[in-house]
């Protein structure tokens, strides 16, 4: 249950002026867990309940035969364990264009710009890759979610069933 070192995603560089995007593999499942268990506002807000004990698990094994994802823990350049999570979709739903599964830090570390500045360096990147648009999902439960991605631009372009708001960010300055 781990990607191979050179495994999919070290081509994408994320890397943030705070933060580093290492792709994530088994290694990391434990700190991601913790991620999940030092957010349990957004798991009780969107699912109903905490993470299961398993949750990091489960999503690095989904992630790990999907060729089209990209999972990263997001670590502190100065030090310490991860603070959060990105999952990411390349070329989906369609080629050209990226999805955000999941943006995720731990309640003590929200609000610190960090939202922010992974977002930006994956819209960089993704840009330079040739990609026009990012999106992402948001569940109508998840309100302070949907004032953060308005606050960087994306918009809402699309509801589907169950409450949930689709909301996208052209990306300019590609290759
Ligand atoms: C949503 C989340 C990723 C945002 O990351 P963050 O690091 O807390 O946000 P930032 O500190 O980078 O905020 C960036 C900007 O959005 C604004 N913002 C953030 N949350 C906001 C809210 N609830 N309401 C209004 N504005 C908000 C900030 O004020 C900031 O504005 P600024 O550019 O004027 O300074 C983070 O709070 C989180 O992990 N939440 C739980 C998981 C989740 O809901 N993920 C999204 C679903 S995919």
Not at 35 to 44: K, S
Not at 105 to 132: D, H, M, N, P
Not at 155 to 174: I, W
Request: aromatic letters at 6%.
């Amino acid at each position: 249950m781990s990607l191979p070192p050179d495994g999919p995603g070290d081509d994408l560089p994320l890397d943030g002026p705070r933060l580093r995007a290492v792709p994530a593999t088994g290694h990391h499942a434990a700190a991601i867990q913790s991620c999940f268990e030092g957010a349990p506002d957004y798991f009780v807000r969107t699912e109903g309940s905490l993470p299961g004990p398993d949750a990091a698990i489960q999503l690095l094994a989904d992630a790990e035969v999907d060729a089209q994802r990209r999972v990263y823990a997001l670590i502190p350049r100065a030090g310490g364990p991860p603070v959060g999570v990105l999952d990411l979709m390349l070329d989906y739903p369609e080629p050209g264009v990226a999805q955000i599964v999941l943006l995720l830090f731990r309640e003590s570390c929200q609000g610190l710009g960090y939202g922010k500045e992974t977002t930006s360096a994956v819209e960089v990147a993704l840009a330079a890759r040739g990609f026009g648009a990012l999106r992402l999902s948001v569940v109508d439960e998840n309100v302070e979610a949907r004032a953060f991605w308005e606050r960087l631009g994306f918009a809402a372009v699309g509801r589907l069933d169950r409450g949930v708001t689709v909301y996208e960010k052209a990306l300019r300055g590609g290759a």
